[in-house]
């Protein structure tokens, strides 16, 4: 009797926790790594299991409209701010 009352005793101590240690991650935390170039699996499945959809590293309710980036001929790129363009000048003369 006394070695079983042990046993149940020793049981009783052993916590199982049945959590996994993403369910305390939010929402944002979650779609602040969809973000990244290389998203690990187990937050992408997190992300799929809780039907998350993120814009922006945030969760969002809808996607916005996206202006298309195909035109007639192919992709379009966008052009650069011309303020940002740094006009390289060589010590070199030819």
Known sequence: MKKFISILFITSLINVSHAG????WSNDDLC???ESSSTPK???DEVD???ILCY????VSNLPESDSS????????ATPDSSL???VK????Y
Do not use: A, P
């Open 21 to 24: 240690y993403l369910d305390d």
């Open 32 to 34: 602040g790594w969809m």
């Open 42 to 44: 187990h937050i992408l």
């Open 49 to 51: 299991k809780r039907e």
């Open 56 to 59: 922006g590293g945030i969760e």
């Open 70 to 77: 195909e035109g007639e001929n192919g992709t379009i790129f």
């Open 85 to 87: 363009v740094i006009e």
């Open 90 to 93: 060589s010590e070199y003369s």
